[in-house]
């Protein structure tokens, strides 16, 4: 029986209340009088306004963006909002997390700058995505459904009210997720459905099994045309053609394979266009970038870079000493919603869907003004690689830090962070450029699979150790803790419109997560 403590005495109780009855002290920290001069770069070194001198006692994040907003001369409703780097003057260092007004003068002199007052400071603004996401804290649905483990799980770009799930059972099933309830069973494999794709425009989905074929679905729950055969072992990843770059709104789909090859499917005539070979191991992954390359990783160490045009090979990336499990492109995010974004305005013709899948592609991979699509690419030599091909075959970076293999990676929708899982337990998060930024510790077992949220200010992670974990972008802290799960959770999705999380796994129930 848990010991009860004793009610207060006469003499604690007196003083209890005499200390609720003085005021007491509540004077803020002092800031030390003064201001700093700012100059304000984007993310390619170009100066974006005026040098300016901040006050150091306003000196918030929040004000220095809204400061640099009305600098650019934008309307209260154009206001973007910015997250500072601070560059300290002479030298490379990078503080990539902004100081409050009462540490700045600390963080300055740590790094050596004695009277801020006199050196003008380099603060390196990112855009941050204009609308938020809050983060999911509870589960509102368990479905119950399918009759083995539950492998792959992708939301619709077009709505996140339809979930599709790939299963051990050798089905794949569409759930309607505003009423927590199963609404089509796609039967017709007769193997595990190892891997699904929503079509960009979500018409149509695609999934690949264990039975050696690929079989496209309607949002219906139909199955449309033949089963696609051609690979002699099962499929492993498959990948639809960017939206913009259709001709004759004919889209071509990827399928990676157990086999060693890539075949690209003409999906209208069930055909295959080509048949990618050059792998001497099973492709474990395969994406396809927006200027119609088709990038695939494979368990024989490499990256291979294929013109998906032409069917010829253009690069082959090697760095890796072991198996690569997995891999991520800077621009998945926006070739995955194609002209779906957040704010709900979907174009009338097919031509200005084309442009809008087209402008939000090149937004978001440009770099110094050049297109570059970049890859990280995560291996069980328990090291990631980040390439820019276009650049040549030597990596960029070489991102060490994880004690085991690391088994998932993904880019922050603004490819602004990477986050990978590993099987250390641990989720790693790093720059755009490869550089380490922090461990998020929290699980427990393997973390087999992170998904960020749409405005790239959150990351959900799914673990062996049977929960979700919902982490801060901002703080790097976890935000949310998500038990529920009976057993292991192998795959993941956070809506596209940012509502709610999807999960499944080894108990074989589908889970929705909302906040």
Same mark, same amino acid.
């Given at each position: 029986m848990a010991t009860i403590a004793p009610?207060?005495?006469?003499?604690?109780?007196?003083?209890?209340?005499?200390?609720?009855?003085?005021?007491?002290?509540?004077?803020?920290?002092?800031?030390?009088?003064?201001?700093?001069?700012?100059?304000?770069?984007?993310?390619?070194?170009?100066?974006?306004?005026?040098?300016?001198?901040?006050?150091?006692?306003?000196?918030?994040?929040?004000?220095?963006?809204?400061?640099?907003?009305?600098?650019?001369?934008?309307?209260?409703?154009e206001f973007t909002p910015y997250r500072f780097r601070i560059h300290i003057p002479n030298s490379d260092i990078v503080v990539d997390n902004y100081p409050t007004p009462s540490e700045f003068l600390a963080v300055l002199r740590k790094h050596g700058i004695e009277n801020p007052f006199e050196t003008t400071i380099t603060l390196a603004a990112e855009p941050q995505a204009v609308f938020k996401v809050q983060a999911v804290t509870r589960m509102s649905n368990r479905i119950p459904g399918h009759g083995e483990a539950i492998l792959a799980a992708q939301f619709s770009p077009k709505t996140s009210s339809l979930l599709a799930t790939g299963s051990g059972d050798n089905t794949a099933r569409i759930w309607n997720t505003d009423s927590g309830t199963p609404k089509y069973t796609l039967k017709g494999h007769s193997g595990w459905v190892l891997a699904l794709a929503w079509r960009p425009d979500g018409q149509n989905l695609a999934t690949g099994s264990m039975d050696k074929t690929v079989r496209i679905w309607d949002e219906s729950g139909q199955s449309v045309g033949r089963p696609f055969n051609g690979h002699s072992k099962w499929i492993t990843s498959i990948a639809w053609q960017p939206f913009h770059?259709?001709?004759?709104?004919?889209?071509?789909?990827? !399928? +990676? $394979?157990? @086999?060693? %090859?890539?075949?690209? /499917?003409?999906?209208?005539? =069930?055909?295959?266009?080509?048949? #990618? &070979?050059?792998?001497?191991?099973?492709?474990?992954?395969?994406?396809?970038?927006?200027?119609?390359?088709?990038? !695939? +990783? $494979?368990? @024989?160490? %490499?990256?291979?870079? /294929?013109?998906?045009?032409? =069917?010829?090979?253009?690069?082959? #990336? &090697?760095?890796?000493?072991?198996?690569?499990?997995?891999?991520?492109?800077?621009?998945?995010?926006?070739?995955?919603? +194609?002209?779906? @974004?957040? %704010?709900?305005?979907?174009?009338?013709?097919?031509?200005?869907?084309?442009?809008?899948?087209?402008?939000?592609?090149?937004?978001?991979?440009k770099q110094q003004g050049k297109i570059a699509e970049r890859i990280i690419s995560a291996s069980d030599d328990f090291t990631m690689y980040l390439w820019d091909p276009a650049q040549g075959t030597k990596p960029l970076a070489r991102l060490l830090g994880h004690q085991k293999q690391v088994n998932h990676v993904s880019f922050s929708p603004d490819g602004s962070l990477i986050a990978s899982a590993g099987w250390d337990n641990h989720i790693k998060i790093w720059g755009r450029d490869g550089k380490f930024l922090t461990t998020l510790r929290g699980h427990v077992a393997p973390v087999y699979q992170c998904a960020f949220s749409a405005d790239s200010r959150l990351l959900c992670s799914g673990s062996k150790d049977t929960t979700l974990k919902v982490w801060d972008m901002r703080s790097f802290k976890l935000s949310v803790d998500l038990p529920g799960h009976e057993d292991e959770v192998y795959a993941l999705d956070w809506s596209l419109d940012g509502r709610l999380v999807g999960s499944g796994g080894k108990d074989k129930a589908v889970r929705l997560w909302r906040n």
């Open positions: 009610p207060p005495s006469k003499r604690q109780r007196r003083e209890a209340l005499e200390r609720t009855q003085i005021q007491q002290d509540v004077t803020p920290p002092v800031i030390e009088a003064g201001s700093f001069k700012a100059r304000f770069v984007d993310n390619d070194g170009n100066q974006l306004a005026d040098t300016i001198e901040v006050p150091l006692a306003d000196a918030t994040e929040k004000n220095v963006s809204l400061l640099l907003n009305t600098l650019l001369g934008r309307e209260r409703e770059l259709w001709s004759d709104d004919t889209p071509k789909l990827a !399928s +990676a $394979s157990k @086999d060693a %090859t890539i075949r690209i /499917w003409i999906v209208n005539t =069930g055909r295959t266009e080509h048949v #990618l &070979s050059g792998h001497k191991g099973s492709v474990s992954c395969v994406r396809w970038g927006g200027t119609d390359l088709v990038y !695939s +990783a $494979s368990q @024989d160490k %490499t990256v291979k870079v /294929w013109d998906a045009i032409s =069917g010829t090979l253009k690069y082959t #990336l &090697s760095s890796h000493a072991h198996w690569v499990n997995h891999f991520a492109l800077s621009t998945d995010f926006v070739l995955r919603t +194609a002209f779906y @974004d957040h %704010t709900k305005n979907v174009p009338a013709t097919v031509e200005e869907k084309r442009a809008k899948s087209k402008e939000r592609f090149e937004k978001a991979a």
